[in-house]
């Protein structure tokens, strides 16, 4: 099970797809509530979907970045944030919202 971050190309069919198991997801959840990093808290519920407009993209970079940065994180979670970081640039150079679909 996963939680899946999507770019949806024109047509509504996935363009781009980064996962974020349970364990990584929770521990990135963790200290994004512990920093009030509200981009990232609109994923909190892992079996609920949501979705980020493009306006919100720049801020949620930055907390992206904000939370690579913290001391002690497990590899999967750093290895998710550096991904997560690539769809967002990718989603900002196509002008598309980044969807989360529950699995």
């Not at 899946?4 to 929770?26: E, K, M, Q, T, W």
């Not at 509530?33 to 720049?58: C, G, H, R, V």
């Amino acid at each position: 099970m996963s939680l899946d971050f999507v770019v949806l190309n024109p047509d509504g069919h996935i363009d781009r797809c980064v996962s974020v198991g349970p364990s990584a997801h929770h521990e990135i959840v963790s200290i994004a509530n512990q920093n009030a990093f509200e981009l990232i808290l609109k994923f909190e519920d892992f079996y609920e979907d949501a979705t980020l407009p493009i306006e919100s993209l720049p801020f949620l970079t930055k907390q992206v970045e904000a939370l690579g940065r913290t001391e002690g994180m497990s590899e999967e979670s750093k290895d998710f944030l550096k991904r997560f970081a690539d769809l967002i640039r990718y989603a900002v150079e196509r002008s598309r919202p980044i969807e989360a679909i529950a699995d």
